[in-house]
């Protein structure tokens, strides 16, 4: 089983720049991927951006919505995933969680809110 902690978000102005994390403890398996999805109030919860098993090809994934401005890396030293996000807009307001797994087997956290406002 898999455990998912995220941290990080918060309330920001247009244009900021936040991190989160991502704490990952439990067994990963080979072909897991991990990465972040968020869901805003009333809509569907979506992909952000997804790092690909490399047993699936390796890469990363994200959203055309968010391209260029957010960035996902790990720390395997550290088992953390972290979504670096710059050039907030108003419309990356959501719960974002983090996400471990591969087809129907998914692990997801509790979710962190992010608020882009000013």
């Known amino acids: 089983q898999v455990q998912l902690a995220e941290s990080g978000g918060g309330l920001v102005q247009p244009g900021d720049s936040l991190r989160l994390s991502c704490a990952v403890s439990g067994s990963i398996f080979s072909n897991d991927n991990m990465g972040w999805y968020r869901q805003a109030p009333g809509k569907q919860r979506e992909l952000v951006a997804l790092i690909i098993s490399i047993t699936s090809g390796g890469g990363t994934n994200y959203a055309d919505a968010v391209k260029g401005r957010f960035t996902i890396s790990k720390d395997n030293a550290k088992n953390t995933v972290y979504l670096r996000m710059s050039s907030l807009k108003p419309e990356d307001t959501a719960v974002y969680y983090c996400?471990?797994?591969?087809?129907?087997?998914?692990?997801w956290g509790q979710g962190t809110q992010v608020t882009v406002s000013s």
């Open positions: 996400y471990v797994g591969h087809g129907q087997y998914q692990n």
